[in-house]
Nanobody
Framework: EVQLQASGGGLVQAGGSLRLSCTAS????????IGWFRQAPGKDYEGLSC???????LYIDSVKGRFTISRDNAKSTVYLQMSNLKPEDTAVYSC????????????????????????WGQGTQVTVSS
């Protein structure tokens, strides 16, 4: 059974930083694209960033330059380093796995659409105070 666990959330002041971790178990993380998502109260899930097994990353515009995704396949862990946090970043952050798909153009398929991800872990709360 594929299992993912997000951790590292907490309360931070605006302008501060946090590093989230997504740890996988019971499957080979190297076979999957791992994505980070968040859900603020009353809002839909929002895809923030994803990273393929070969380290290629994708970000939404609102976090570019502030968030950095990375992975350590040997530790079965994907990280999301968040800097210059803003109150509007307050949400529950979750990670999810999408089976890796090698495209004819010679790259892994990437997506920030929550609907395309098969496996989800429990989220971690991030609260940014002003």
């Amino acid at each position: 059974e594929v299992q993912l666990q997000a951790s590292g959330g907490g309360l931070v002041q605006a302008g501060g930083s946090l590093r989230l971790s997504c740890t996988a178990s019971e499957f080979n993380i190297g076979d999957y694209v791992i994505g980070w998502f968040r859900q603020a109260p009353g809002k839909d899930y929002e895809g923030l960033s994803c990273i393929t097994s070969d380290g290629s990353a994708l970000y939404i515009d609102s976090v570019k330059g502030r968030f950095t995704i990375s992975r350590d396949n040997a530790k079965s862990t994907v990280y999301l380093q968040m800097s210059n946090l803003k109150p509007e970043d307050t949400a529950v952050y979750s990670c999810a796995a999408l089976r890796g798909l090698w495209m004819p153009g010679g790259y892994y398929y990437k997506s920030l659409s929550p609907a395309e991800y098969s496996y989800w872990g429990q989220g971690t709360q991030v609260t940014v105070s002003s």
